[in-house]
């Protein structure tokens, strides 16, 4: 099976955070995973050193990928093999994310998040304004 | 399962994004395979309303 070419004329990314790859060319295995604690607080309290991902099972837990089981064969055939892109405009690139562009194998990716949300007690609130 | 598949031209003008995050890909080009697992968790137990205690330290 022969793979396509992608030409892209031009390609635009603002801002790319937090280990995320920008591949132009051809790889062969991809593997990405990102975690995280995204903690709201009602008030700016900020502390050093805190969150423990071993602390919450969200970031252990296996997630479960059912096995492909039917036989399947793929037949391709490249009748004009190119991939045109004109333009592509990204703004944001963050978490272990891809922009890819070319070929590749096999691709892997992998995101746990647990939200927390610390509010102030209603009747206790120290910003009556808000109500 | 048989499986045909017949690639013509594939010609795209202006492709916008906002983000890709969370282990997200975006790709122009071919793959073998693309496996994605994302767990994101926000239940009731986490909304904590009261005094701000700190997390379990690192």
């Known amino acids: ?131 | 399962m048989n499986y045909q598949v017949y690639n013509r031209d594939v010609c795209v003008g202006t492709i916008r994004v906002l983000g890709v995050s969370s282990s997200s890909v975006l790709i122009v080009g071919d793959t073998n395979s693309i496996q994605l697992a994302a767990t994101f968790d926000t239940p009731a137990e986490s909304l904590l309303v009261g005094p701000f205690v700190p997390l379990t330290p690192e």
């Open chain 1, 1 to 131: 099976m022969l793979n396509r070419t992608s030409f892209v004329d031009k390609i635009n990314i603002d801002t790319m955070s937090f280990s995320s790859v920008f591949e132009i060319g051809d790889s062969c295995s991809i593997q990405g995973f990102s975690r995280a604690i995204a903690l709201q607080r009602e008030a700016e309290y900020f502390n050093t050193r805190e969150g423990n991902y071993s602390v919450y099972p969200i970031f252990s837990e296996p997630i479960p990928l059912l096995p492909i089981e039917e036989e399947l064969t793929i037949h391709t055939s490249q009748l004009n093999p190119i991939i045109k892109v004109q333009t592509i405009d990204i703004i944001g690139v963050s978490s272990s994310s891809i922009v890819h562009i070319g070929n590749s194998g096999n691709i892997s990716m992998e995101s746990r998040v647990k939200h927390i949300r610390q509010l102030f007690q209603k009747n206790n609130n120290r910003n009556p304004s808000r109500d």
